[in-house]
């Protein structure tokens, strides 16, 4: 009987509640918005889909009243605005920041024993933000952020190799943005065959490129930020959690001396059960991978410090 609420019923929050529907783990799903009337459209509006994909998972929208995501086990945050013309990074961060902060307060008002999942960005940041704001022990702050940039990665892989992307394994670590990114090519395979052995270097960087853009590819076609993808990525991590799967899957979650790093939360493989984030799995890293964790680190502290620049944290 396991409840998730989603917070931003936006196009990120609604495609994630209606793939875990889909996903037919979860016995109710709250969507909550601050827009009038929009969370409690789109939960209607899934709910009306209810017998023609055959699943019993219950549905509600809310306007802003927290009560409703009482006892979830689970909660996505995806409330957060887009960057506007004119708006500096920084704006951005501390806009995004006052919306986080404001929402995990009310979350846990309701839902002292939940599992975060950030996808608000600017992704690694927010993440990072929860986790010194609110205290809460680590396993149960992740971002999604990697999950994302490796589905994009093993897409563009199956694309490359001309097979399903379902025989494909790749994983993407580092930060979750089109230069902190770090698609891990030389650990891809195509069913344990290494996908550098089957396509030229040419192509291998190619895809690697194609990835690290992968966001801002879509951005320019659809004119906002995707949300399928997305969505779904977000699913699939809450479905571990609620399934207890233990899969593994590179997170935004907080190091303490794992790669090198600390204080800081940046995407690395985990194991992702009903605790949230169970183990890291640490990745052996040549040294031209390792130099490339350690400066898309940099760059995510970086960002982070804008927290502490405008006395957030
Ligand atoms: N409380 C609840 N909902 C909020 C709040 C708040 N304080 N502030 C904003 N929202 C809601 C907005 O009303 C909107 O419906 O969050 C939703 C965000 O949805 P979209 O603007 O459609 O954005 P979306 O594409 O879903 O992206 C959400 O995920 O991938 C990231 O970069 C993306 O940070 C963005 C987030």
Same mark, same amino acid.
């Given at each position: 009987?396991?409840?998730?609420?989603?917070?931003?019923?936006?196009?990120?929050?609604?495609?994630?509640?209606?793939?875990?529907?889909?996903?037919k783990?979860?016995?109710?799903?709250?969507?909550?918005?601050i827009?009038?009337g929009?969370?409690?459209?789109?939960?209607?509006?899934m709910?009306?889909?209810?017998?023609?994909?055959q699943?019993?998972?219950?549905?509600?929208?809310?306007?802003?009243?927290?009560?409703?995501?009482?006892?979830s086990d #689970? /909660?996505?945050?995806t409330?957060?605005? !887009?960057?506007?013309?004119?708006?500096?990074?920084?704006?951005?961060?501390?806009?995004?920041?006052?919306?986080?902060?404001?929402v995990v307060?009310?979350?846990?008002?309701?839902?002292p024993?939940?599992?975060?999942?950030?996808?608000?960005? !600017?992704?690694?940041?927010?993440?990072?933000?929860?986790?010194k704001?609110?205290? @809460?022990?680590?396993n149960?702050?992740?971002?999604?952020?990697?999950?994302?940039d490796?589905?994009?990665?093993?897409?563009?892989?199956?694309?490359?190799?001309?097979?399903?992307?379902?025989?494909?394994?790749?994983?993407?670590?580092?930060? $979750?943005?089109?230069?902190?990114?770090?698609?891990?090519?030389?650990?891809?395979?195509?069913?344990?065959?290494?996908?550098?052995d089957?396509?030229?270097?040419k192509v291998?960087?190619?895809?690697?490129?194609?990835?690290?853009?992968?966001?801002?590819?879509l951005?320019?076609?659809?004119?906002?930020?995707?949300?399928?993808?997305?969505?779904?990525?977000?699913? #699939?991590? /809450?479905?571990?959690?609620i @399934?207890?799967?233990?899969?593994?899957?590179?997170?935004?979650?907080?190091?303490?001396?794992?790669?090198n790093?600390?204080?800081?939360?940046i995407?690395?493989p985990a194991?992702?059960?009903?605790?949230?984030?169970?183990?890291? /799995?640490?990745?052996?890293?040549?040294?031209?991978e390792?130099?490339?964790?350690?400066?898309?680190?940099?760059?995510v502290?970086k960002?982070?410090?804008?927290? $502490?620049?405008m006395?957030?944290?």
């Amino acid at each position: 009987m396991a409840k998730v609420s989603i917070i931003g019923a936006g196009n990120v929050g609604a495609t994630c509640a209606n793939a875990i529907a889909h996903m037919k783990f979860a016995s109710e799903i709250v969507l909550l918005d601050i827009k009038e009337g929009v969370a409690e459209g789109k939960a209607l509006d899934m709910m009306q889909t209810a017998n023609l994909y055959q699943f019993n998972t219950k549905i509600t929208g809310i306007t802003n009243d927290y009560k409703a995501t009482a006892k979830s086990d #689970v /909660v996505v945050i995806t409330s957060g605005i !887009p960057r506007k013309p004119g708006m500096t990074r920084e704006e951005l961060i501390g806009v995004n920041a006052g919306i986080v902060n404001g929402v995990v307060e009310n979350v846990l008002k309701h839902s002292p024993k939940a599992i975060l999942v950030i996808i608000a960005n !600017p992704m690694d940041t927010m993440t990072y933000l929860t986790l010194k704001k609110t205290g @809460l022990p680590k396993n149960r702050i992740i971002g999604m952020g990697g999950i994302l940039d490796s589905s994009r990665f093993m897409c563009y892989l199956s694309q490359a190799l001309k097979a399903p992307a379902s025989d494909i394994e790749g994983m993407v670590i580092g930060g $979750h943005g089109d230069t902190t990114m770090i698609p891990l090519i030389r650990l891809a395979h195509y069913k344990g065959v290494p996908v550098k052995d089957l396509l030229s270097k040419k192509v291998c960087d190619k895809v690697v490129a194609d990835t690290m853009v992968g966001g801002a590819t879509l951005t320019k076609l659809l004119g906002t930020s995707a949300w399928y993808a997305p969505g779904a990525a977000g699913a #699939v991590l /809450v479905k571990s959690i609620i @399934l207890d799967e233990k899969k593994v899957f590179p997170c935004c979650v907080s190091l303490e001396g794992e790669y090198n790093q600390k204080d800081i939360c940046i995407g690395v493989p985990a194991v992702i059960g009903k605790n949230g984030c169970e183990k890291i /799995v640490k990745l052996k890293l040549d040294k031209e991978e390792q130099a490339l964790f350690e400066k898309s680190a940099a760059a995510v502290r970086k960002t982070n410090n804008v927290l $502490h620049e405008m006395n957030i944290i």
